[in-house]
Structures are given as C-alpha cells and as structure tokens.
C-alpha cells in the first residue's frame, strides 16, 4: 500500500556489510597476538557469536521496511452512510403538457420544479419515470441528480412513442425501482394534469399493499388551454372544436386521499414542494449501506511488527544498540516537506481519496492511477468528457452506466443513450 516504504530496505545491505566490517576490524587480535595464543585468549565463538548480531539487524531491518510499506492480500468495503431516502419523480408526458395555461407551458413550468427540486436534494438517492401511452426508466435511482437535470430539456411529448396518459404503468415502475433499491417505504412524486379514472383504479391497487408513499404535484388551470401542434395549428377533439384539456383537481384529490398521499397544486415558489415532501418516511434514517461502498486493501503490515518483537527485546541487552551507531552516520538531515512524506505513506490512489474527499477534485483526478478512480475525478471536476473516456475500461455495466452520466453530462444525448443500454445488456437486473 505504500511501495516506496521499500527503498528503505535497500541500505541495509551495504550497512549489514559495513557493520560486519567494523566487527571484523574490531576483533582482528591476529595483528597483534601470535598464532599459537590467539586461540586461548580470543575464541573463535565468541567473534562468531557477534557477527551474528549483524545478520539479526539485518533481517530486522527488512522486516521493518516490509511492515512499513503496508502488505495486503485482501480489499475490504468501505461503507458509505448516508440518508438512504429514495424518490421517484414521475414526469407525465402525454400531448396535454403541452398547454400554456400556465407560461411557458405546464411542461416547462413541470422541468423547473424538478430542477429546483434536485438542486436543493444533496442526500439520498433520486430515479426519473416518464410515461405516456407508455412508461420509460430514463434514470434508476442514483445520487447523481446533475445526470437527471441534465437529461430533463430533452424530455418532450413528441418522443413518446406511444400517445396515452398511462399513469399506472408508471406507478409500477417506480414501485419496481424502489424494490430494486431494497426500499419499501420510498416515495413518487407524480407530476401530471390528470389520471383517467381507470388508470386512477389500478394506481390504487397498485399501492394498496405497499408502504410507499404518493405525493402528486398538479400542473395546468381548470379552464385549460390550447395544445400546439409541431406543424402548427393546435389539437382538435372529436367534434373539431379546439381540445382545451384542463387539470382534474378534483380527480387528483381523490386519488392522493384513496392512497394516503398528498396533493398540491403548482406554486410560483417551493411550498408546494415543501408541504409534498415534508413527511418523511421512515427510511430516511441514517444507516451504513455496504452495497454502496468503495473498495480498498487491508494494511496487514501490522503482523509483522509480531515479528519484530524478539528484536526489540535483544536490543536491552548490552552492547547491541552500539552495533547500530553508525546508522547515525550514514544519514544526514536534510529538509522535508509535508509532501514528500505522503509519499512515503500513501500510494497514488489513496492521496487521491483524501484529495477527493478534501473537495480537491482536479488534483485527485492527477494523483489517481486507478482508472475508475481517475474518471470519478474528472467527473466530479467538471471533466466530463475526460472521464467519459476513462469510464471506458474497464468492460463492466458498472462502468458503461457511469460513462453514460458523463456523456449526459456534456450534452452527448445519443451516446449516453447508447450506453446506459450497453449497461443494462451487460446487467439487466440492474
């Protein structure tokens, strides 16, 4: 984990060397005493016996170094806790939210609502439904709410491709968004003008055995408006008369009271959101989530420091701290800086964590080796399209559904597109 931790080892062979020397020097008697008296007054044991030391600093001293550097075998997780409050937004696309009852249309009027709502959301996690004749996944639910508001100006009747007002098909798929959240008790903000009363009876039976709760959000005036077609000209009911659509106040308070949910109509400020929101279900308690974690090597360097043990003991004994003086002398001081330690400390990857922890996002994304890691950087500096290339490896739906919020993000709709389906290729159940 911190590799440089091993150069430190490197001098202790030339200093094992140069330790093993000076002994030898210091108990060289044959310059001084005959052959024939050596034997008696200097026994070879004994020489034998000190050089010993040498060789046991020597294993020491590697060992240390190996401690220090911090060996792994294994990641563990690291839990992300946070306010685990999923919300499903259920934008209705049918033709009617195209009248400009209210300026400049209910749609418009509907994106903006869901913008304010998702800047001032920096907890929890946030999915995006919209449906007409049909229901469409366009986010599931993540925590990245610039990915969504970023996709919410391409969102329009005219790519529907089934015409209707199908609310219940979108109700189940945020129920199945939530269930596959491991949520029971999330809650869906609908956003529409109307539920026809059909579709009103199957959003009820839908809900009826869950725990999840219904907000709905109306959008247009009772008297209603025009609906623009793209050729000009506006839509026409059955008659030829102008279909002037208006919102069914009385509809959608029927349906919030038969599901315990609330109601309100549009606001010009957020209290309309406010009041929608502000009964917060019981999951919106703090608790550690290990599915959503970031993996990272376990420091197993302390079980060497069991081994080191023995050797911190000799050193009580006389004479052993003297054999490593001349360590003194092989180094000098000589300035540090604070960087240079963390160096030694930490490898790339994890000054790149606590860079990107400190807010320091650009230079985490130049610290990281890891690609993954380097694209999370880049994606959190503003770098999209940077880290839309670094999304790219490894093959995984993990990495294809991040490289699409990087491509949303820089306006690559179609790409995007391309990729989140790559994603749910690779994973389905996802």
Avoid: C
Avoid at 336 to 361: F, V
């Amino acid at each position: 984990m911190r590799p440089a931790w091993l150069l430190w080892g490197l001098p202790a062979l030339p200093l094992a060397w140069l330790l093993w020397r000076q002994r030898a020097l210091a108990g060289d008697w044959g310059r001084v005493i005959d052959a024939h008296l050596l034997s008696h007054l200097a026994p070879a044991a004994r020489g034998a016996g000190r050089r010993r030391i040498v060789w046991l600093a020597l294993v020491a001293w590697l060992l240390a170094a190996l401690a220090a550097a911090g060996p792994s075998l294994k990641k563990i997780p690291q839990p992300v806790e946070q306010i685990q409050d999923a919300l499903v937004l259920v934008l209705d696309l049918s033709y009617s939210m195209k009248a400009a009852d209210q300026a400049p249309s209910r749609l418009d009027r509907a994106r903006q609502k869901l913008l304010d709502l998702l800047a001032a959301r920096d907890e929890g996690q946030t999915g995006l439904v919209a449906y007409a004749g049909d229901a469409h996944v366009v986010t599931p639910l993540t925590d990245d709410t610039g990915t969504i508001a970023n996709l919410l100006p391409a969102l329009n009747p005219d790519m529907m491709p089934v015409a209707g007002s199908n609310t219940s098909a979108a109700i189940e798929l945020a129920l199945e968004l939530l269930a596959s959240a491991g949520v029971s008790d999330g809650r869906i903000l609908l956003l529409t003008d109307g539920v026809p009363a059909a579709q009103s009876e199957r959003v009820q039976a839908l809900l009826k055995n869950t725990s999840a709760h219904l907000a709905i959000l109306g959008l247009g005036t009772a008297n209603g408006a025009p609906m623009p077609l793209p050729r000009g000209g506006f839509v026409r009911d059955d008659s030829g008369a102008i279909a002037m659509p208006g919102l069914d106040t009385p509809g959608l308070k029927r349906l919030a009271g038969a599901t315990d949910g609330l109601y309100r109509s549009l606001q010009v400020d957020n209290s309309d959101l406010s009041e929608l929101l502000a009964a917060a279900p019981s999951s919106r308690e703090t608790r550690s989530s290990d599915e959503r974690s970031a993996d990272t090597w376990e420091d197993q360097g302390y079980w060497l420091i069991l081994l080191l043990l023995p050797f911190a003991l000799a050193l009580f004994r006389r004479g052993w701290l003297l054999t490593l003086a001349p360590l003194l002398l092989l180094f000098q001081p000589a300035p540090t800086h604070a960087a240079d330690w963390q160096d030694l400390w930490l490898n790339p990857n994890q000054q790149g964590q606590r860079a990107l922890a400190e807010g320091d996002a650009e230079r985490a994304a130049e610290l990281f080796e890891d690609p993954a890691w380097k694209g999370t950087a880049a994606y959190q500096s503003g770098d999209f399209e940077r880290a839309a290339a670094l999304f790219a490896e490894p093959e995984s739906a993990d990495s294809w559904y991040n490289r699409g919020n990087a491509l949303a993000r820089s306006g690559q709709l179609d790409a995007a597109i391309e990729a989140y389906r790559k994603s749910l290729e690779l994973a389905p159940d996802q």
